[in-house]
């Protein structure tokens, strides 16, 4: 290994402890307080008299202000950078989730749920953004894919714990349900203090890298970006009619009617396997496949950085994704309904590394800040489609009809993903090839 080996190493290893698990840990919390009102919904739609279809658009609602402001949120990061603008960000959507505690009705949580999607507008795609500062192309699907392990740490640390306090947990005669929101309320909204201390915005701020190795990370950095050097001028009409942005974007959407509606619908799903469930069975049954996702998770990040392979990594998950749910839907054993949702869940994180590298390959500068938020916000879409839609079919034709609406959209997306030209995986090598580093 020479020396140029050795600092590269060392570089990238010391940013990855240093940022990985601090956002890490920032996305669990996001997660979490995500996917509460899925299992908020088994007792808080009895108490607030929530129908199918009325739950379907609450789940919904939170994705058209998420959908409306994710390009400007942004722009914004990139004006006033990461810290401020994350910090900004989880205190709001803390504060919103700490404020479910004291609804008394329908229209009381459909404010409320509105007013999360304005607050947490732009974190994910934000991130996504801000690893592009850190990483250079070829480490970004595995770096991702760390990232993206919040997903099923998030779900085998929040279903669990949420289930628990439902049942348990009924101080001063409140249900259980509302303490559930005010204690994952809580903890965003210290974070974010925490973030404002901690987060930095760029290598540039950071006193943990030596002066030589920031010079190697802006030197990598910079021989990428004149490879995508089409865009970084970009205007925002022209990153608007970008069209590999929206070819990604329809992917996306497309993955998304399927997690996103799993994430509020699940729990309701599996309480259904038995009469006998509780609550905190739920939980439990729950918490399995964050388990088993989170071994499986990074392998396949590394895996497509090896490969330097993106189009099949990006695609095959989903096909299993939708082999889960086929096996719920039709299985008679509750062992093989399990089974299918731990595939589910395999496949519904594991495609998020390998996919969400392709966006930094062809953009660069503010294009990549509004590019990354317009197909996360065709993915909001895809949550309001999806959830609205799964409502109405929940209501007609149960569980089994949700299931195989899912499903088909999971072929839906693993059909356009294999659609894809070649040219990702050769712009990839390209990036990556000797003749790039002269």
Same mark, same amino acid.
Request: a neutral charge.
């Given at each position: 290994?020479?020396?140029?080996?050795?600092?590269?190493?060392?570089?990238?290893?010391?940013?990855? /402890?240093?940022?990985?698990?601090?956002?890490?840990?920032?996305?669990?919390?996001?997660?979490?307080?995500?996917?509460?009102?899925?299992?908020?919904?088994?007792?808080?739609?009895?108490?607030?008299?929530?129908?199918?279809?009325?739950?379907?658009?609450?789940?919904?609602?939170?994705?058209?202000?998420?959908?409306?402001?994710?390009?400007?949120?942004?722009?914004?990061?990139h004006k006033f950078g990461a810290r401020k603008?994350?910090?900004?960000?989880?205190?709001?959507?803390?504060?919103?989730?700490?404020?479910?505690?004291?609804?008394?009705?329908?229209?009381?949580?459909?404010?409320?749920?509105?007013?999360?999607?304005?607050?947490?507008?732009?974190?994910?795609?934000?991130?996504?953004?801000?690893?592009?500062?850190?990483?250079?192309?070829?480490?970004?699907?595995?770096?991702?894919?760390?990232?993206?392990?919040?997903?099923?740490?998030?779900?085998?640390?929040?279903?669990?714990?949420?289930?628990?306090?439902?049942?348990?947990?009924? /101080?001063?005669?409140?249900?259980?349900?509302?303490?559930?929101?005010?204690?994952?309320?809580?903890?965003?909204?210290?974070?974010?203090?925490?973030?404002?201390?901690?987060?930095?915005?760029?290598?540039?701020?950071?006193? /943990?890298?030596?002066?030589?190795?920031?010079?190697?990370?802006?030197?990598?950095?910079?021989?990428?970006?004149?490879?995508?050097?089409?865009?970084?001028?970009?205007?925002?009409?022209?990153?608007?009619?970008?069209?590999?942005?929206?070819?990604?974007?329809?992917?996306?959407?497309?993955?998304?009617?399927?997690?996103?509606?799993?994430?509020?619908?699940?729990?309701?799903?599996?309480?259904?396997?038995?009469?006998?469930?509780?609550?905190?069975?739920?939980?439990?049954?729950?918490?399995?496949?964050?388990?088993?996702?989170?071994?499986v998770m990074p392998f396949w990040g590394m895996?497509?950085?090896?490969?330097?392979?993106?189009?099949?990594?990006?695609?095959?998950?989903?096909?299993?994704?939708?082999?889960?749910?086929?096996?719920?839907?039709?299985?008679?054993?509750?062992?093989?309904?399990?089974?299918?949702?731990?595939?589910?869940?395999?496949?519904?994180?594991?495609?998020?590394?390998?996919? /969400?590298?392709?966006?930094?390959?062809?953009?660069?500068?503010?294009?990549?800040?509004?590019?990354?938020?317009?197909?996360?916000?065709?993915?909001?879409?895809?949550?309001?489609?999806?959830?609205?839609?799964?409502?109405?079919?929940?209501?007609?034709?149960?569980?089994?009809?949700?299931?195989?609406?899912?499903?088909?959209?999971?072929?839906?997306?693993?059909?356009?993903?294999?659609?894809?030209?070649?040219?990702?995986?050769?712009?990839?090598?390209?990036?990556?090839?000797?003749?790039?580093?002269?």
């Amino acid at each position: 290994m020479d020396s140029l080996e050795i600092l590269e190493k060392e570089t990238i290893n010391k940013i990855k /402890w240093n940022i990985i698990p601090f956002c890490f840990m920032l996305y669990v919390l996001n997660y979490i307080d995500r996917i509460n009102l899925g299992f908020a919904a088994m007792d808080m739609n009895i108490d607030l008299q929530i129908t199918n279809v009325a739950f379907g658009f609450l789940s919904s609602l939170f994705f058209v202000p998420y959908f409306l402001l994710e390009v400007p949120s942004n722009m914004c990061l990139h004006k006033f950078g990461a810290r401020k603008w994350m910090a900004r960000i989880m205190i709001t959507w803390g504060m919103v989730i700490v404020g479910m505690f004291f609804v008394q009705n329908y229209y009381h949580v459909a404010i409320l749920r509105f007013l999360l999607g304005c607050a947490e507008a732009g974190f994910f795609p934000g991130m996504i953004y801000y690893f592009t500062y850190w990483f250079p192309a070829k480490q970004r699907a595995s770096i991702i894919g760390f990232f993206m392990m919040a997903v099923p740490f998030g779900n085998f640390l929040g279903a669990p714990l949420s289930t628990w306090i439902m049942d348990n947990v009924h /101080w001063l005669g409140y249900a259980g349900w509302r303490w559930m929101f005010m204690f994952e309320g809580i903890p965003a909204i210290l974070a974010g203090i925490v973030t404002l201390l901690y987060l930095a915005d760029n290598p540039l701020k950071v006193s /943990w890298l030596t002066q030589q190795q920031k010079d190697w990370l802006a030197g990598e950095l910079k021989k990428e970006n004149e490879l995508k050097k089409e865009t970084a001028s970009f205007t925002l009409r022209q990153i608007f009619t970008f069209k590999r942005v929206w070819v990604l974007g329809i992917i996306y959407m497309s993955i998304q009617i399927t997690t996103q509606s799993a994430n509020y619908w699940m729990p309701i799903i599996v309480k259904g396997f038995s009469s006998s469930f509780s609550n905190t069975t739920v939980g439990l049954i729950m918490m399995l496949p964050g388990i088993v996702s989170l071994i499986v998770m990074p392998f396949w990040g590394m895996h497509s950085d090896k490969t330097k392979e993106r189009k099949l990594h990006t695609a095959l998950p989903m096909l299993l994704s939708g082999f889960g749910l086929i096996l719920i839907a039709v299985a008679d054993n509750m062992y093989i309904k399990i089974g299918g949702l731990v595939l589910n869940a395999i496949g519904n994180v594991a495609f998020y590394g390998p996919f /969400w590298s392709l966006p930094s390959i062809y953009l660069t500068g503010a294009a990549a800040a509004v590019g990354v938020a317009i197909i996360n916000s065709l993915s909001s879409l895809g949550g309001f489609l999806g959830n609205n839609i799964i409502g109405i079919i929940k209501g007609e034709y149960g569980s089994t009809g949700v299931l195989c609406f899912q499903a088909t959209c999971c072929v839906i997306a693993f059909l356009l993903t294999m659609s894809l030209d070649l040219h990702d995986d050769a712009l990839l090598n390209k990036a990556d090839s000797p003749k790039s580093n002269e």
